[in-house]
Each structure stands twice: as C-alpha cells, then as structure tokens.
C-alpha cells in the first residue's frame, strides 16, 4: 500500500495531513450516525439524481474541488502512467471520475452501493460525452470476485461514512481492509481523503494492507 498526501516533503513518501473542520468524533470514538447507513446514502442520492434529470446540478463535491486537485496532483507528482487501472470508491456522483478522465486516466472504475448514485454517475458522465468509464453497483465490503487488480485505489469519504455505521462499524471497518488487501495490486496505491482519522490513525487501520505491499505507506487525508 502506499498512499499519497500533500506536495510537502517528507521520506518514504510520508507525507502532511490535513483535517477538514465540519467533522469529526465524539468523546472516545465515533458518535453512530445514518451518515453510514445505506438507507440515508440511497435516500441522498434518489434526490440528487431527480435534481440533476430536473436542473443538471450535478450534486455536492465531497471535500471540495481541492480535494480532487489535491489527489490528481500527488499522482502526477509519481509519475503514474495514465493506463494505471484507478478504482473510486464510494464514487457517488462520479465528478472525481470525471476529473480523472479529464486529465488522461483511461482506465477508470467507479463503485457505489447506491444504484441510485451508479444511475446518477452515468447521467454525468453521458452529459461529459465519457463513455469509456466502467460504473459498477458494488457493496465494497462484499465485492464481486470481478473487482480486482486496480494500481489505484481512491477513498474520498467512504471509509468515514463507514465508521460511522451505527451497526457494527469496528467489523465493517475490518472488512473494508480485507476488500482493499484483495482488490489492491500488490505495490498499488491507496489514495485516502478523511475528515474522521488522522494519518497514524490510517496507517494503524491499514496496516494489513501496508505490510501486503512492502511496506510502502504515507498518508492522505483531508
């Protein structure tokens, strides 16, 4: 695993953190929300998709347009070949993908659990004249055995929303490291942008994945 950060320097490719305000934890741990619960992400994105068929509001950038920068900017810093295979996860209304198409990425993958941001991300995309992006309707804790072998992983929120779930979050939390450690190449990178964890936070949680892949680690968050 190896995960990006800020340009600012720093060895073995650990780099700054950024906390965005808005966010955060309760007391000890994480106070349980509906923000990680399927049932709240469906109801957001039935709205915004009948937003976007009535308006062409394509919805809120999570963390902002920066974040996106951000995330491109670390990857042309390594010099990631535009071919790399690149997995958004949690891709909602898919801009990210948009951006990275924008930029010369062609071989992209967005995954949500909500049919109704899958639906929505299409809509965009069409709308962008990009056809050559895969969406695909995927529960990331239970992924198909056809999602594997991405060079990029990308996380813009998925993982907060996810400890966050009021049933069984340490669990799920656990099976999203599992999924990340199979549909990682080993020496991938995983891209993460958080409001809820620092970057030792991270590189704790994932250790699993950081010892999969040579220990390569460093730190994005947001």
């Not at 965005?20 to 998709?49: I, N, Q």
């Not at 529960?139 to 813009?156: A, E, Q, R, V, Y």
């Amino acid at each position: 695993m190896n995960e990006g950060a800020d340009d600012g320097g720093g060895g073995g490719g650990a780099e700054g953190v950024v906390r965005s305000p808005g966010c955060g934890r309760g007391g000890d741990g994480f106070v349980p929300s509906a923000l990680g619960t399927r049932e709240h992400w469906d109801a957001v994105y039935k709205r915004e998709l009948q937003t976007f068929q009535e308006y062409g509001d394509t919805g809120e950038i999570w963390f902002g347009e920066e974040s996106m920068t951000r995330l491109i900017r670390w990857m042309q810093k390594h010099k990631i070949p535009l071919d790399a295979s690149v997995l958004d996860i949690g891709t909602g209304n898919g801009v990210l993908l948009v951006e990275l198409a924008k930029f010369g990425f062609s071989d992209i993958t967005g995954i949500d659990y909500s049919p109704s941001a899958i639906q929505l991300s299409g809509s965009i995309l069409e709308k962008e004249g990009l056809s050559n992006i895969k969406l695909k309707v995927e529960d990331f804790l239970n992924p198909s055995t056809k999602l594997s072998g991405f060079h990029i992983c990308i996380d813009k929120g998925t993982f907060d929303a996810i400890s966050l779930n009021p049933d069984n979050a340490i669990e799920k939390r656990k099976q999203y490291v599992k999924s990340l450690s199979r549909v990682l190449k080993v020496k991938g990178f995983f891209l993460i942008t958080s409001c809820n964890w620092t970057k030792e936070e991270l590189l704790d949680e994932f250790s699993e994945v950081i010892s999969n892949n040579s220990n390569n680690a460093g730190g994005i968050s947001g």
